[in-house]
């Protein structure tokens, strides 16, 4: 009998099944890795917003932090119309519209305490957009720049209050 030429089908379907093993073992870890810098991500526009926040302040005393995170970003993406009180160009477009539409996976909000003019203090915050696939940890900061987490859950919304921010475990 001739020999011939190719692979047989248990051939083929060995080489299927370690392409699926590796795969198994690997999707998790790209998943986490994501997770990961998902919350970097956030983290570093929390602290961006921070800076926004006592820039904005320190520009407009009689007015105190900022109502809404909106109010720190442009009016457009370019900034066209220069900083006002009422868009302070402070951050950019997408971490001011961030309250809506998620960033890296994460939804930020800021306000301030109510207080005022000027308002005193403010809080900010980030959760997830989705539990578990985009993030796992809520993210907050209030008046005092110092980042704060705490593990998330389904359907949680950022923080906007220091007194619900300030439970939160201080990150190292």
């Known amino acids: 009998m001739p020999k011939q030429k190719g692979f047989s089908l248990i051939e083929l379907l060995i080489v299927v099944a370690i392409i699926l093993i590796i795969a198994a073992i690997a999707i998790p870890n790209l998943l986490r890795a994501r997770i990961a810098a998902n919350e970097a991500s956030a983290v570093s526009s929390l602290r961006t917003i921070n ?3 006592i820039t904005y302040n320190t520009s407009y005393p009689t007015i105190g932090y900022a109502a809404t995170l ?9 900034c066209s119309a220069g900083p006002a ?4 160009c402070m951050v ?3 971490l001011g519209s961030a309250a809506t539409t998620p960033k890296s996976g994460y939804l930020l909000d800021a306000a301030n305490d109510g207080s005022g003019p000027p308002a005193l ?24 720049a ?10 949680d919304t950022p923080v906007t209050t220091s007194a619900n921010c300030l439970p939160f ?3 190292q």
Do not use: E, H
């Open 70 to 78: 909106k109010i720190l970003g442009p009016a457009d993406a370019t």
């Open 121 to 144: 203090g403010y809080a900010a915050g980030a959760a997830p957009q989705t539990w578990n696939q985009t993030g796992n940890r809520d993210f907050c900061s209030v008046q005092d």
């Open 146 to 155: 110092v980042l704060r987490f705490q593990q998330g859950k389904t359907g």
């Open 92 to 94: 950019d477009f997408n």
């Open 85 to 88: 009180s009422t868009n302070a």
């Open 169 to 171: 475990t201080i990150m």
């Open 51 to 53: 800076t926004g926040m």
